[in-house]
């Protein structure tokens, strides 16, 4: 059965078939792998076939990206920017199809799945701005005649790895400043988003040849871990960046430490909510003067949620990635309830070809230690607490660091949940949820969250080098902190 008839004819839009070649190697595909296929988690039926790179092509493919890097460092950073602005218009001429695959083959709704790309796209008209705004700073010297400079150079090639989660707006928050930035990028996808990594390095590709640069600049694997093994070893990677679980962020992290290289973790998250009992709601932590009410407007609204098709108008909740997501899902299931947790909606697998589960509210006691691990399926805690105090201590008495709010009104609240004594995440929102982060700020988290920032703010800084320049314009040779050797 053609792709057209099976619903796919949109693969055409986006240079995808039923065969395709899972690396962009110096310009072109190129795999020598095995075959792997892609699967709709709405079904789990086949979607088209990838053959994945051998580590022989991924060694002929950094050679080549090595060689490329030594051109586009040198190319100035408005000329790179111009270079990814129309990487933006590609990938703006081809939104719709590309939301579709991505709600498609990693399973979110269809309106998120367009939200991801529309975000690369924002990368990209953030990054030419910031390709003529990578300032450095003239530092007053203390020695007369002289002027320190700090200036920022590209590091070479930035190492990207994505997880299936957030198969393609990951990359828009590293590739877009690690390009105006000046470096190559090395791009390993999720190993099961591959068309996801393939179409979107379709039209990278597009545009660089017609500006008649080196395909070299952005190299791209789809593949599994042992491709991933190979960018934390490889010492002409200067920067890692790493997305997905603690566990195995910590073993790429100290891989690229032994060789003295930089690391950008963004990994697990576990988001708290706190309504405090002046917040405005029509919500997770809740104060108990308002709990009974916050709660049955959550399961009420719960038991609405659609679940179904990602491709369907009005899903709300799509399915989730893999089989053994689901089995996940079950144990955790297990595992809240054998710790006193009572499931008040949800709970159970929708039986289906594809991977459905149905959305859940616990509640559960904080003392729980099943609230401190990240379960990464729909399933939302729900705790009573009686201060602001003893919510901020719940909050940071996780693991993780990622994101967290709190509904308010008081201004005191307010400006203590965002201070010193406050939450200790990487995101701190108020009256808004613990998702859909702007990309004008950083974006990473705290504790076993990473330490990593990406997107905006300053985050470009950690795609360059900085270098301290002093220099003397006099004819005497004074020494610093005043010493004289007599």
């Not at 703010?457 to 010493?483: F, H």
Request: aromatic share 6%; glycine share 12%; charged share 20%.
């Amino acid at each position: 059965m053609g792709s057209e008839d099976r619903g796919l004819g949109f693969f055409k839009d986006i240079g995808l078939s039923s065969n395709n070649i899972g690396s962009f190697i110096d310009g072109k595909w190129k795999a020598n792998g095995s075959s792997t296929t892609s699967l709709n988690p709405s079904n789990n039926q086949a979607i088209a076939q990838v053959t994945e790179p051998t580590l022989q092509d991924y060694e002929e493919g950094l050679n080549a990206c090595n060689e490329a890097a030594k051109i586009w460092m040198t190319v100035p950073a408005p000329k790179r920017g111009e270079i990814v602005r129309q990487i933006g218009e590609a990938l703006r001429a081809k939104l719709e199809p590309l939301g579709k695959l991505v709600a498609l083959e990693m399973g979110k709704i269809l309106p998120e799945g367009i939200g991801e790309v529309q975000e690369i796209i924002d990368m990209c008209d953030y990054a030419v701005g910031l390709s003529r705004q990578l300032n450095g700073q003239i530092i007053p010297s203390e020695r007369p005649d002289h002027v320190m400079l700090e200036t920022w150079n590209p590091l070479g090639i930035v190492g990207v790895i994505t997880a299936f989660n957030f198969p393609c707006a990951v990359l828009g928050w590293n590739a877009c400043i690690a390009l105006v930035c000046g470096n190559c990028v090395v791009w390993k996808g999720a190993p099961t988003t591959p068309l996801i990594t393939i179409a979107v390095t379709k039209l990278v590709a597009e545009v660089l040849a017609k500006n008649n640069l080196p395909g070299a600049i952005f190299t791209s694997f789809c593949g599994g871990a042992e491709i991933g093994q190979a960018i934390a070893k490889d010492t002409r990677i200067p920067l890692v960046s790493f997305t997905g679980s603690t566990k195995v962020g910590l073993a790429v992290q100290k891989i690229v430490n032994e060789r003295f290289g930089k690391c950008l973790l963004e990994l697990s998250g576990n988001n708290a909510i706190i309504v405090m009992d002046d917040a405005d709601i029509k919500l997770a932590f809740v104060h108990e003067s308002i709990y009974k009410d916050v709660l049955d407007q959550l399961v009420e609204v719960y038991k609405q949620v659609k679940i179904g098709d990602p491709l369907e108008k009005g899903t709300l909740v799509g399915p989730l990635h893999t089989r053994s997501s689901v089995e996940n899902f079950k144990n955790g299931i297990s595992t809240i309830k054998s710790q006193g947790g009572k499931i008040l909606t949800g709970g159970s697998i929708v039986e289906s070809e594809g991977n459905f589960v149905q959305p859940t509210i616990v509640e559960i006691s904080p003392n729980a230690a099943v609230v401190k691990e990240e379960l990464f399926g729909p399933v939302l805690y729900v705790m009573k607490f009686q201060t602001l105090e003893e919510a901020i201590i719940l909050n940071n008495s996780v693991p993780q660091g990622l994101s967290s709010s709190i509904f308010t009104r008081r201004p005191e609240a307010i400006f203590k949940w965002i201070g010193p004594r406050g939450s200790d995440c990487g995101i701190v929102n108020v009256n808004i949820p613990t998702n859909g982060a702007e990309i004008g700020g950083a974006f990473g988290g705290e504790k076993a969250t990473g330490g990593g920032r990406e997107a905006g703010s300053d985050s470009w800084k950690q795609y360059m080098r900085r270098s301290t320049c002093t220099i003397n314009y006099g004819s005497e040779l004074p020494l610093a902190q005043g010493i004289n050797f007599g």
